[in-house]
C-alpha cells in the first residue's frame, strides 16, 4: 500500500477523471466512429458496391484512404498531454497544486496515468467492438490478429506522443509552444536530416543525395512514419525502440519537473541552461530552411548564402524576443552572440569548400573492391517490394539492380570515377550549363571487401565522358544486367506482344517455337548493340510486352531498335515484318523536311517533337519546304529521325489516317537528296 500510494495519488487521479473524463469520452466516440462503423457502412453497402476484403482490412491498417484516423491519432494524445499539465504553465494553479501535502514525483506519475487511462481505455473498447462486430457480421478475411494489430500500433502511437508532450511541458512554461514544439520534436530526426542532405548536396561533390533520401528517411521520425504504416507495418524492432523512446522521455519529463520552478510558468524556455541550446538550434535549422528554399527556387549559391543569412538573422532575434518578452533585444550582447555564431557557421561553411575531410576525392583501390552497383538512379539499390497483406500474389516486382562483379567492369568503372574526381565539380557545372540534355547520372555504390560501402552520385556531360562509358555500356555483363530478356528463358513466356511505334499496328506471338526464336534474335541484337546506337535518341520500330506465364499481370518490355537486325531479318522471314512497324507507302503517304529555326528565333515558330495532327496543305505551301514521297527516301528518314531538337531538319510523316508524327535529323549523315534541296 505504501509503493501505491507514493507512485499516484487516488485524490488526485480521482480528480483528474472527473475534470478530464470528457476527453476518454470524446476520444471514444470519435474512434467508434472512424472504426467500428466505418466496418458497418462498407459492409451495408457491400452487395451494391461488391467490397473486398482489402477495404476492411484498409481501416485496421492506418491507410491513406481513411486520413481521418491518422488526424486523430496524432492530435489527441498531444491535447491529452496540453491539458493534464496545464496548470504547470499557470503561476498560480501550479502553486496550488504542489501546496499539497503531496510528493512532486507523485503529482507527475498520477497525471501521466491519468492520460493513459483516458487514450488506452477507449482504444480497448474500440478493438473489442470492432472484433465483436467484425465476428458477429461474419465478415471474411478480418480476424482477431488484424485487430490486435491495430490495438499495439495505436496504443504506442499514443503513448509516444502522449510522453512526448508531457516531456516537453516541463522544458516550456507556455501552452502553446508546448503543443508547437511537441510536434517539432517528433518531425525532428526527418525534417533535420533532409534539411542537412539537402545542404550538404549542395558542397560535397559527388554526395549520394538521391540514396540517402531514399534510405527510409521517413521512418526516422514517428510522424511522417504513420505516413506509410499501411504498406509496412511496424516491425518488432521499431515498436522496441518507440516503447524504448517513450520509457526515456517518461524518466526524463519526471527529472525535469522535480527540478522545474513554479516561477518560470510563462516562460517560453523553464530552465536557463537550455535557453542558448533552444535559441542556437532553431537558428541554425530555421537557416538551412531558408538557405534550401532559395537554392531550390533560385539554384544558386549567392541565393543559397542569402538564405542563410536572412533566416539566421530572423530566427535569432525572434527567439531573442520570444525569450526576453520584449523588443527590446538589439542589444550589444544579443549582436555580438549573432555574430560569433555566423562566423563560426562561415568557418564551417569554408571547411566544406576545401573539402577538408578528403570526401570528394576518396576512391578504393581496385584490390579492395569486391563490386559495384552503378545506374542512373539508387531506386533498385533501395527498392523493397511491398505485398499488401490482404493480397494473394504469386509475383512481385523487383527492379534488376545492376551490380557488376566482372573485374574488366569493376576497373573501367573505376576508371570512369577516377576521371570524374579529376575533372572535378568546375568541370562539371561549366560541361552542363551548354547542354543539360546532355547530361546523365551516374549512381554508385561500392561494396568493399572488408564490408564497407561507399555511395557517390554524379550529373556528368555525357560527350566528356562517351569514350569511358562506351566499354562498360558495350559489355556482355551491363546488357544482362539492363535488360530483363536475359533474366528469363523462353520456356517461362505466355505470349509476346509486339506494338509499332506510333501506330495501331500489333503482332502477338503465342507458339512456343516463335517465342524462342524471337527471345534468340532480340538477345543477339542486344549483345551487337554499340554505344552510339544506345544513346541515338532513336525511337524504336516497336515496343515488345513480354508476358510471363504464372505471374500475376507481370510482363516486360524489350523495345525493337532500329539497329536490330537480327530481329528484323526474323520478323522477314516470318511474314510478320509489315504487321509489326510503321512501312512507307502502307502507313505513310509522304513525309515534309523543314530547316529548324534558329534559336533565337520565335518560339512558336520552333515545331514540338510530338504525334499531333496539323494542317497539311499549309504545311505544303510553306515556302522553302521538302516534300518527299519516294519508299526508299522515307525509309532512310523513318531509319534515321530522333527526339533530339538540337539538330539541323525537322522532319513531318504524314500518315494515311491523317495523322503526323514529327522527329528531328542532322545535317551531318544527310543524304543528297535533302542537301541538295536546302543549299539551293
Not at 654 to 661: M, T
Request: one cysteine or more; charged letters at 20%; glycine letters at 6%.
Amino acid at each position: 500500500m505504501k509503493l501505491k500510494t507514493s507512485f499516484i495519488n487516488t485524490g488526485i487521479l480521482l480528480n483528474d477523471l472527473k475534470r478530464f473524463t470528457w476527453i476518454g469520452a470524446g476520444y471514444l466516440l470519435l474512434l467508434l466512429s472512424i472504426v467500428p462503423l466505418k466496418v458497418f457502412m462498407l459492409y451495408s453497402r457491400a452487395q451494391d458496391l461488391q467490397i473486398d476484403t482489402t477495404a476492411y482490412l484498409r481501416i485496421f491498417q492506418f491507410d491513406h484512404y481513411v486520413p481521418t484516423q491518422i488526424l486523430v491519432l496524432i492530435i489527441v494524445p498531444v491535447l491529452t498531454g496540453l491539458l493534464l499539465f496545464r496548470y504547470l504553465q499557470d503561476g498560480r494553479a501550479a502553486d496550488m497544486a504542489h501546496a499539497l501535502p503531496v510528493r512532486r514525483e507523485t503529482h507527475y506519475n498520477t497525471h501521466v496515468a491519468a492520460g493513459i487511462i483516458f487514450l488506452f481505455v477507449p482504444l480497448i473498447l474500440t478493438a473489442l467492438v470492432s472484433w465483436a462486430l467484425v465476428a458477429g457480421l461474419g465478415i471474411e478475411g478480418v480476424n482477431g490478429t488484424n485487430i490486435l494489430t491495430w490495438l499495439s500500433n495505436s496504443l504506442l502511437i499514443n503513448l509516444l506522443f502522449y510522453i512526448c508532450t508531457v516531456a516537453v511541458g516541463m522544458v516550456t512554461g507556455m501552452t502553446t509552444m508546448q503543443g508547437v514544439l511537441s510536434y517539432i520534436l517528433l518531425l525532428l530526426p526527418s525534417g533535420l536530416s533532409v534539411l542537412l542532405l539537402h545542404n550538404l548536396n549542395q558542397y560535397l561533390y559527388g554526395f549520394a543525395y538521391d540514396y540517402y533520401f531514399s534510405s527510409k528517411i521517413e521512418y526516422l521520425s514517428p510522424l511522417t512514419r504513420l505516413t506509410d504504416i499501411s504498406r509496412t507495418p511496424f516491425q518488432p524492432g521499431e515498436m522496441a525502440v518507440y516503447l524504448g523512446i517513450s520509457i526515456v522521455l517518461y524518466f526524463a519529463g519526471r527529472s525535469l519537473y522535480l527540478r522545474r520552478n513554479t516561477e518560470t510558468a510563462g516562460s517560453a524556455i523553464t530552465f536557463e541552461v537550455l535557453r542558448p541550446i533552444f535559441k542556437y538550434s532553431v537558428t541554425f535549422c530555421f537557416m538551412l530552411l531558408l538557405g534550401s528554399y532559395f537554392n531550390a527556387a533560385q539554384e544558386s549559391m549567392a541565393w543559397t548564402y542569402f538564405g542563410y543569412f536572412i533566416g539566421s538573422l530572423l530566427a535569432y532575434f525572434l527567439i531573442e524576443i520570444l525569450l526576453n518578452k520584449s523588443l527590446q533585444v538589439f542589444q550589444k550582447r544579443q549582436i555580438r552572440g549573432y555574430s560569433i555564431y555566423a562566423l563560426a557557421m562561415v568557418v564551417l561553411l569554408g571547411l566544406f569548400h576545401f573539402d577538408w575531410t578528403g570526401y570528394e576525392s576518396r576512391l578504393p583501390e581496385i584490390s579492395e573492391i569486391k563490386s559495384i552497383y552503378m545506374d542512373s538512379s539508387f531506386f533498385p539499390l533501395n527498392y523493397q517490394p511491398d505485398v499488401p497483406i490482404a493480397q494473394d500474389v504469386n509475383y512481385v516486382y523487383t527492379p534488376v539492380k545492376a551490380i557488376f562483379t566482372d573485374q574488366d567492369n569493376i576497373a573501367r568503372i573505376h576508371a570512369l570515377h577516377r576521371q570524374i574526381i579529376a575533372n572535378g565539380p568546375d568541370h562539371k557545372e561549366s560541361s552542363l550549363s551548354k547542354s543539360m540534355k546532355n547530361a546523365e547520372r551516374i549512381c554508385l555504390s561500392y561494396e568493399l571487401e572488408n564490408g564497407r560501402r561507399i555511395y557517390r552520385q554524379y550529373e556528368i556531360p555525357i560527350p566528356d565522358y562517351a569514350g569511358s562509358l562506351k566499354l562498360i555500356y558495350e559489355s556482355r555483363e551491363y546488357k544482362e544486367l539492363h535488360n530483363e530478356i536475359f533474366s528469363f528463358s523462353p520456356a517461362a513466356v505466355d505470349f509476346i506482344d509486339i506494338t509499332g511505334y506510333e501506330s495501331n499496328k500489333s503482332l502477338r506471338l503465342i507458339d512456343q517455337e516463335s517465342i524462342a526464336q524471337a527471345f534468340t534474335a532480340l538477345q543477339s541484337d542486344i549483345y551487337n548493340e554499340t554505344y552510339e546506337e544506345m544513346v541515338n535518341g532513336k525511337p524504336p520500330w516497336a515496343h515488345v510486352n513480354i508476358h510471363i506465364k504464372n505471374a500475376s499481370d507481370h510482363s516486360f518490355g524489350q523495345n525493337w531498335e532500329k539497329s536490330y537486325a537480327n530481329f528484323e531479318q526474323w520478323l522477314k522471314d516470318t511474314g510478320n515484318y509489315e504487321r509489326a512497324r510503321l512501312v512507307p507507302g502502307a502507313d505513310i503517304t509522304c513525309a515534309f523536311i523543314d530547316r529548324v529555326p534558329a534559336i533565337n528565333e520565335e518560339d512558336s515558330e520552333r515545331p514540338q517533337s510530338k504525334t499531333r495532327r496539323l494542317d497539311i496543305a499549309a504545311l505544303e505551301e510553306k515556302p522553302g519546304i521538302l516534300k518527299i514521297t519516294g519508299l526508299e527516301q522515307l525509309e532512310w528518314c523513318l531509319s534515321q529521325y530522333h527526339r533530339n531538337s538540337e539538330a539541323d531538319y525537322e522532319v513531318f510523316f504524314v500518315l494515311n489516317n491523317g495523322g503526323v508524327i514529327s522527329g528531328f535529323l542532322d545535317e551531318a549523315n544527310a543524304p543528297a537528296f535533302i542537301l541538295e534541296h536546302f543549299t539551293l
